[in-house]
């Protein structure tokens, strides 16, 4: 089973400030398989980022993946007040995991 | 409109079973894999089991495997989750989810859709 570790664990940023997650695997993940979702409280999680750098649909700009191998990571170039929430990051490889995310709480 | 609509969570005994039912409408549903993951309160997101598109494949998390089964049914657009020997770690908000692997590019699109969750509630 491919393990993902996202950190931090919690980012304290100001609206107009620009956050940066990070997703690590445990062994090598293809970029065709790394996706990105955020959830807010009460709500299911929707799907942010696909195939590593991919934009869903409706998804701002602001929002951007990169990565590859083991490491991955999402960027929020100025948040907005709707952007603060958990986020998660997601492979498709073995057992399809997600990372136990990480949550962008406003300072 | 695209959605999911999801049916079956209740408070079940240690043991026992439950079905869920998750209909699908808005999208050509036969091009869609399917799937569930689920989420205790407050805590971290986990895969479960999905099924892909022709009902030929089937995919379950360790932690399920052999207890849990996933099925569908492509002409009324249902997916189903079959639980058996449930245990109190099943305890758990659970969602469907469609997403798409395209096998020819090796490439996966995400769950795009989701459903709107259904508690599952394992006690005595």
């Known amino acids: 089973e491919i393990v993902l570790t996202q950190s931090p664990g919690t980012l304290s940023l100001s609206p107009g400030e620009r956050a940066t997650l990070s997703c690590r695997a445990s062994?090598?993940?293809?970029?065709?398989?790394l996706a990105w979702y955020q959830q807010k409280p009460g709500q299911a999680p929707r799907l942010l980022i696909y195939?590593?750098?991919s934009r869903a649909t409706g998804i701002p700009d602001r929002f951007s993946g990169s990565g590859s191998g083991t490491d991955f990571s999402l960027t929020i170039s100025r948040l907005e007040p709707e952007d603060f929430a958990v986020y998660y990051c997601?492979?498709?490889?073995?057992?399809?995991?997600f990372g136990q995310g990480t949550k962008v709480e406003m300072k | 409109e695209v959605q999911l609509l999801q049916s079956g969570g209740d408070l079940v005994q240690p043991g026992g079973s439950l079905r869920l039912s998750c209909a699908a409408s808005?999208?050509?549903?036969?091009?869609?894999?399917m799937g569930w993951v689920r989420q205790v309160p407050g805590k971290g997101l986990e895969w479960v089991s999905g099924i892909s598109g022709d009902a030929k494949n089937t995919y379950f998390s360790d932690s399920v495997k052999g207890r849990f089964t996933i099925s569908r049914d492509n002409y009324n657009y249902m997916v189903y989750l079959q639980m058996n020997s449930l245990r109190a770690e099943d305890t758990a908000i659970y969602y469907c989810?469609?997403?798409?692997?395209?096998?020819?590019?090796?490439?996966?699109?995400?769950?795009?859709?989701w459903g709107q969750g259904t508690t599952v509630t394992v006690s005595s």
């Open positions: 808005g999208f050509t549903f036969t091009n869609y894999a």
């Open positions: 989810v469609s997403y798409r692997y395209s096998s020819s590019s090796d490439f996966y699109y995400g769950m795009d859709i």
């Open positions: 195939g590593t750098s």
């Open positions: 997601q492979q498709y490889g073995s057992s399809r995991t």
């Open positions: 062994q090598n993940v293809r970029s065709s398989y």
